[in-house]
């Protein structure tokens, strides 16, 4: 069992039951930190419940919820967010707001003087790779979904924090402004070294960025691992099928 | 027509007197009617079960005659300003109540989600995303007011409200045009100021990033 200090996020003994059963029982997982954790499964299966349940939009009906190393009921749920990254698939960005303001938001919440914030949206824009003097005092409506989706990324990344939620954040996006989002993410993380909860149901996109890879089924985890040790090793014929078994054709050869 | 400009002439202290009262009618009801229906639309947009039923009842109001309304007032409140404000204020609640609640509603929720998840407070939702997405809608509903009360503030007269009514009814006792006209046009030239003050006002508080389009 490794030390506390490496887990950015631990469930122990978390259930969750909407009234038409459990969607969550007994779950234990334990995220390190500085991966990118994909949570994947079909749907319904508890991702995005597991997910919203770090930054305390969703809440347990039972067990504990730690973020680094602290229970996050005890938490003021307001500092908490702040304090985690968090991106949705519908982007989100607001529409009367221009992209420094959507940027800079987390930090104005937090009080930030409004000189760092300049520094610091420059700095996002770079690392996202949209030039600031082009896009700073552009609208939302105004970019394209995956430049939007990209501003949606750093303004997670605005109040550096440690953890980032992602649930299914390049979903809506056209396969191939998915694919660059997927690659730059990657290599985004090199940098940033963030702990990046993912939530997917695309399993191409799961092996892709993942360092870890959470397979859940009604609310069970059915396997955890790599990527590699996923396809090496599937636990059962679940796993195999939801990899897609031509995947272990192509591997057998 | 010489006639005609002596008695304008010769009435105009009275018409500006009028109209200043009428411009107090007005703009003291629709004021009022912003104070009450704005933050009752808003509070509405959480219980939506609730706001069925607030909204018909508010929308009873304006099925009553206008005449009958004032009417209504006197055994009620008496005669004077004070009524004239009161039913002028009733009728102004129905579009504020109702586009404020249509408008907080229409905000699309991705938005209050990714404003809670980055851990913005209710208020700070309301303030920083909600009121100004929706402000051009509420903005339209005090319009459609602003313009419907200094119309209707016409009829306090006849509860010795004063305003512009006063000389319309006197024009119409005289069977005289040119008296029906001093107190009409005024009515409508006022309409016409404050509905261009209000649209020219709306398009400069409107965010560049809503104007033209009407995405989320």
């Known amino acids: ?253 | 027509m010489d006639q005609f400009w002596n008695t304008i002439q010769a009435d105009w202290p009275l018409i500006l007197e009028k109209t200043g009262e009428h411009i107090n009618l007005s703009l003291i009801s629709v004021l009022i009617a912003c104070v009450i229906a704005i933050p009752v639309g808003i509070v509405l947009t959480a219980y939506k079960r609730l706001a069925n039923t607030v909204i018909t009842t508010v929308s009873v109001i304006q099925t009553i005659p206008s005449l009958a309304l004032f009417g209504f007032m006197i055994p009620i409140l008496g005669i004077g300003t004070k009524p004239a404000i009161i039913a002028l204020t009733l009728y102004a609640l129905l579009p504020i109540l109702q586009n404020t609640y249509v408008g907080i509603s229409g905000v699309n929720p991705a938005l209050i989600e990714a404003g809670t998840g980055m851990g913005m407070t209710r208020w700070q939702i309301l303030w920083m995303v909600q009121l100004p997405i929706a402000r051009s809608i509420i903005m339209a509903g005090v319009r459609l007011v602003a313009v419907q009360t200094i119309s209707l503030a016409t009829i306090a007269t006849y509860i010795a409200a004063g305003g512009l009514g006063d000389i319309i009814t006197r024009g119409i006792s005289m069977i005289n045009t040119t008296t029906i006209l001093e107190g009409a046009v005024p009515v409508s030239l006022l309409v016409i100021i404050v509905n261009v003050l209000l649209l020219g006002l709306n398009r400069v508080l409107t965010p560049k990033g809503l104007r033209q389009h009407t995405k989320n």
């Open chain 1, 1 to 253: 069992m490794m030390s506390d200090h490496a887990a950015a996020v631990e469930f122990k003994q978390v259930s969750k039951n909407y009234g038409s059963g459990y969607v969550l029982q007994n779950f234990d997982l334990i995220i390190q930190s500085g991966k990118i954790v994909t949570i994947i499964g079909p749907s319904g299966c508890g991702k995005t419940t597991l997910l919203k349940m770090i930054n305390r939009l969703i809440e347990p009906e039972d067990g504990t919820v730690l973020v680094e190393g602290k229970n996050v009921s005890g938490l003021d749920p307001v500092e908490l967010r702040r304090d985690i990254g968090y991106v949705i698939q519908q982007i989100g960005l607001f529409p009367h707001m221009t992209i420094e303001q959507n940027i800079s938001i987390v930090p104005r919440l937090k009080g930030e003087k409004k000189k760092a914030l300049l520094a610091r949206t420059e700095e996002l824009l770079q690392l996202i790779g949209l030039s600031p003097e082009q896009f700073r005092s552009r609208y939302p409506h105004e970019l394209s979904g995956g430049q939007q989706q990209r501003i949606g990324v750093a303004r997670a990344l605005a109040a550096n924090p440690s953890i980032i939620l992602m649930d299914e954040p390049f979903s809506a996006l056209d396969p191939i402004s998915r694919i660059q989002l997927q690659k730059e993410l990657i290599n985004l993380n090199e940098r940033v070294k963030k702990t990046i909860v993912f939530v997917t149901h695309d399993i191409d996109e799961a092996l892709k960025i993942a360092d870890q890879i959470v397979l859940l089924k009604d609310g069970q985890i059915i396997q955890t691992g790599s990527p590699a040790e996923l396809l090496d090793k599937p636990a059962n014929d679940f796993v195999r099928e939801f990899l897609g078994v031509e995947r272990f054709n192509q591997y057998s050869i």
